[in-house]
Nanobody, 120 residues
Framework: QVQLQESGPGLVKPSQTLSLTCTIS??????????WSWIRQPPGKGLEWMGA???????YYSPSLRSRTSISRDTSKNQFTLQLSSVTPEDTAVYYC????????????WGQGTLVTVSS
């Protein structure tokens, strides 16, 4: 049973870079056809897919966030990381990491989520 766990600071100042890590256990980040996504949910709003990194290391981003988002991985640690630059209070959200079998399929495993607040 794969498990995902988000980690990172819960408070980020405006204009800074938000950085979160997802640690995978019970599965490998390089397993064929798996994609590893970052998804967020601002307070009172719906889920927003931000981007993903695939089993081969290819990355995919939401067009609306592409200019500020970077996703990378460390295969030796079985982790992948989100960096979101130039944050504003509108980036306050619960951030989730998740797994998909196929890039456009629904996620079948989720982390518990971590709240990140952008505030001075």
């Amino acid at each position: 049973q794969v498990q995902l766990q988000e980690s990172g600071p819960g408070l980020v100042k405006p204009s800074q870079t938000l950085s979160l890590t997802c640690t995978i256990s019970g599965g490998s980040i390089t397993t064929d056809y798996y994609y590893w996504s970052w998804i967020r949910q601002p307070p009172g709003k719906g889920l927003e897919w931000m981007g993903a990194i695939g089993y081969s290391g290819s990355t995919y981003y939401s067009p609306s966030l592409r200019s500020r988002t970077s996703i990378s991985r460390d295969t030796s640690k079985n982790q992948f990381t989100l960096q979101l630059s130039s944050v504003t209070p509108e980036d306050t959200a619960v951030y989730y990491c998740a797994r998909q079998v196929g890039l456009f399929n629904a996620s079948d495993a989720w982390g518990q989520g971590t709240l990140v607040t952008v505030s001075s």
